[in-house]
């Protein structure tokens, strides 16, 4: 039967394809991100304790070494608590230098996972009186490290290796796809944290240091523990610390979050808004294509009564029309499976790196069941209707109109109408939805960065403190500039760290001269360190004072440059320059010295491009010393040109370093664009395909009216009515779909938009410009859609028209 009307097949199962694809697709997503289970044992049982600052939104959870031992001692809830945080070395021997990216961790955190080692060990010892040899310089390998680095040697436990020119000895490899913690960068290897107890020259260990939060933490519930009973227990060790510690703890929040909702987070609100968006599309197509059954069904109106006459009862032609439907949806949802295959893969390569786990998305069995309960409960969804509307038609009444297709046709008319508002109203949420994400994007790409990325090479150098201490590590930097300063196509060289947009972020309390205040209520402001010409080189503009130069030595006076929001907030109507602050940071050892302002730069973006720039300060990194630094090199022309010749120079300076991260500046702004701008794709392509899909319903409904009226329009036009009061008649009736359907939709779109708030940036999530856009553009598919059936009901001949049944 479907065979037989191959045309009408074809188009149901098309447009169920993009309804079906489209959510299986978005689920792919949301399954690997938010549903799919951590590789770890009993996941569910893993928990995050979020330290926050209950006075900073911003903060990141991030916990301070001191912090993690009170904790880990007074809590009861718990079976293990473990701290992991980032670092990064240059494995050495055995051929070209490697970068690797790796993490300090406490030494039973890889078995509070569960994660069982591949061989060796998945554990340090535990360095109680200090630091013994055996904690610090053990090491385990991550499982495609140990075969890229070591060519799978089975042998490897118990060998060494040499981490930025200190050794180290194999305690382990990890299994294959083992990873923690999850991130765009995969940790290749794992130190314990007991490397952080070791004093560096005079600066006091990391362990030593409570407002120093660089950690982060993974605990894993007591069987008999739940969530709420553990979060009482960390109520109840945030009071204890913040009265033994008011001077650093007395704004700490201590809040348990399941490990995987922890991970997920920031995805969460975007992914849900996508799967509502496919949602609404599914439910347009489900509306589409019963519209198109209930056409079909003022057709097949004789065939059901005959069978009806011949015996059938009422629920077996609905089983009959439900088996059809089904038909339907499953074939949709074949072809939608491989539509949302492709799909996903394109969303692959258009999403930000840093959404995690989100290179895991696929089509695997999960999402084949969801596509099956999808594909089955659509096609009951949209047949259920079209068959109930069958079988209430009088049999007698049927038989005895011998198929005219006035009597049947015309009870369909309301539903057909009704199906026809729905579709306009999804259409109207999807199309709002996609033109605020569209005008909050064009937002984010004018905002003013602060800085200019276009003609910047950036490049990320770790020197190894074993070998560079700080003498030789501002030499090697000081000469490595000279030798960039000589390649062909470089305008200027310099050095700073972090560099804007590129997701690290010192974030340091300070003092002012004069105004002391106790250390929990100290300002804060983003630190960075940079060279002489810094800020001439990635386009910072320096409105007063001067730059850094090399006569500011350590000898010398201690000197700060401040951007204009901290000059205006804390020297409101002041000249800032010789004003006097102390950032709390130092390398050497040395407690922090009040610094001079010598100059005011503009405020910049740093760690993203929907906060407001923040206060800002920057140190010269001749009295601030690091062990890494990013240069920036400014060229005449395309930034990539010079890489080669970048890492030519680091060679020939020092061989055994690695050079990584050797990127243009402009690539930090597009991942700054990245999520928004595939949220705005993909909310964009949904509401183009249910315009469509609205535009293609509202044909049909006004031709199928136009040809069911044609001998009520004949009568008319012979009684004298001429084509403009036919073209009004036909009109009144689409105006009527679109008057109700589009009142709904605003009314949805306004309870709906609400909650794309933390996904808008510059725009009211009421935008009434938006929705005037939205307005102009349905009303002129429609009236396109509507305008070749009422031009044809204008052209009816009377003659015909009377002859028509």
């Not at 149901?12 to 489209?22: C, D, E, K, R």
């Not at 909702?261 to 799967?275: F, M, Q, S, W």
């Not at 050095?495 to 309390?509: A, I, M």
Request: a positive charge.
């Amino acid at each position: 039967m479907l065979r037989k009307s191959f045309g009408f097949t074809i188009t149901v199962v098309l447009t169920l394809t993009l309804g079906i694809g489209a959510n299986v697709a978005i689920f792919s997503v949301l399954y690997a991100v938010m549903l799919n289970p951590l590789p770890y044992r009993d996941p569910s049982r893993l928990v995050v304790i979020n330290e926050t600052d209950m006075h900073d939104e911003s903060s990141d959870g991030s916990f301070s070494y001191p912090d993690f031992v009170d904790v880990a001692a007074q809590d009861h809830s718990f079976s293990g608590i473990g701290v992991e945080r980032g670092t990064d070395a240059t494995l050495t021997g055995g051929g070209r230098p490697r970068h690797l990216i790796g993490a300090r961790i406490s030494p039973d955190l890889l078995a509070i996972l569960g994660v069982m080692p591949l061989l060796g060990t998945n554990s340090f010892p535990v360095a109680r009186a200090g630091p013994s040899p055996e904690g610090l310089y053990q090491i385990i390998l991550g499982h495609e490290m140990w075969q890229s680095a070591f060519g799978s040697d089975p042998r490897i436990v118990g060998k060494p290796v040499s981490l930025d020119g200190e050794p180290y000895t194999v305690a382990g490899v990890m299994p294959r796809g083992f990873s923690f913690p999850l991130q765009a960068d995969p940790v290749q290897y794992w130190v314990s944290v007991a490397r952080d107890m070791r004093k560096n020259g005079t600066d006091r260990p990391k362990s030593e240091e409570r407002g120093d939060h660089e950690y982060y933490n993974v605990t894993r519930l007591r069987p008999d523990v739940t969530l709420r009973r553990a979060q009482t227990d960390l109520d109840t060790i945030t009071a204890r610390l913040k009265k033994q510690y008011p001077e650093t703890n007395s704004y700490m929040g201590l809040r348990a979050i399941v490990l995987i909702d922890y991970i997920a987070r920031d995805a969460t609100a975007t992914l849900l808004l996508l799967l509502a968006a496919a949602g609404f599309l599914l439910l347009m197509a489900c509306a589409n294509v019963a519209n198109l059954l209930l056409a079909r069904a003022t057709t097949r109106s004789r065939e059901i009564a005959i069978r009806s006459a011949l015996g059938a009862g009422r629920m077996r032609i609905i089983r009959q029309l439900a088996a059809e439907s089904i038909v339907f949806s499953v074939a949709g949802g074949a072809l939608g499976v491989l539509l949302a295959q492709w799909g996903t893969q394109a969303m692959l390569a258009w999403a930000p790196r840093d959404i995690p786990r989100i290179t895991e998305a696929g089509v695997n069995g999960s999402v084949l069941v969801f596509a099956l309960i999808v594909s089955v409960t659509t096609g009951v969804a949209f047949g259920i209707l079209p068959a109930l509307q069958s079988v209430k038609s009088d049999v007698a009444e049927t038989l005895k109109e011998a198929g005219r297709t006035s009597g049947p046709a015309a009870r369909t008319n309301r539903t057909r109408a009704a199906l026809m508002s729905l579709q306009v109203a999804l259409a109207v949420v999807l199309l709002v939805g996609a033109g605020l994400l569209g005008r909050s994007l064009s937002r984010l790409g004018r905002v003013r960065l602060g800085f200019e990325s276009a003609h910047v090479m950036t490049t990320d150098i770790s020197l190894p403190s074993a070998q560079y201490k700080t003498g030789p590590r501002a030499a090697f930097f000081n000469e490595l500039q000279r030798r960039i300063s000589t390649i062909p196509g470089v305008r200027r060289s310099s050095g700073g760290f972090p560099l804007p947009l590129s997701g690290s972020e010192w974030l340091v309390g300070f003092e002012v001269e004069g105004h002391p205040l106790p250390q929990q209520d100290l300002p804060s402001a983003v630190t960075g360190v940079c060279q002489p010409g810094y800020f001439a080189t990635i386009g910072i503009p320096i409105v007063r004072g001067r730059d850094f130069t090399a006569t500011d030595t350590p000898a010398e006076t201690p000197v700060i440059i401040v951007s204009e929001a901290l000059a205006a907030k804390i020297f409101p109507g002041q000249n800032p320059l010789r004003k006097r602050i102390k950032p709390g940071i130092a390398v050497t050892g040395v407690d922090p010295t009040m610094r001079e302002i010598i100059g005011v730069v503009g405020d910049v973006h740093y760690s993203g491009l929907r906060d407001q720039p923040g206060m800002q300060v920057y140190e010269p990194e001749s009295q601030l010393p690091l062990s890494e630094l990013i240069v920036v090199v400014q060229t005449q022309g395309d930034p990539r040109a010079i890489g080669a010749a970048i890492r030519d120079q680091v060679n020939s300076l020092d061989p055994s370093l690695a050079v990584t991260k050797m990127e243009p500046m402009n690539l930090y702004v597009e991942r700054a664009l990245a999520e928004p701008r595939l949220d705005t794709f993909l909310l964009g392509t949904f509401a183009a395909i249910a315009l469509a899909l609205a535009a293609v319903g509202l044909f049909g409904v006004m031709a199928y009216i136009v040809a069911q009226r044609t001998h009520e329009i004949g009568i008319r036009m012979a009684l004298g009515a001429q084509p403009a009061n036919v073209l009004r008649l036909v009109l009144s009736h689409a105006f009527r779909m679109l008057f109700w359907g589009g009142a709904a939709g605003v009314a949805m779109a306004l309870a709906l938009a609400r909650l794309m708030k933390s996904v808008l940036f510059g725009v009211s999530a009421t935008d009434g410009v938006t929705f005037l856009w939205v307005s102009v553009v349905l009303a002129g598919v429609a009236l396109a859609a509507c305008s070749i059936p009422a031009r044809r009901a204008t052209r009816v001949a009377p003659l015909v028209a009377l002859r028509y049944e």
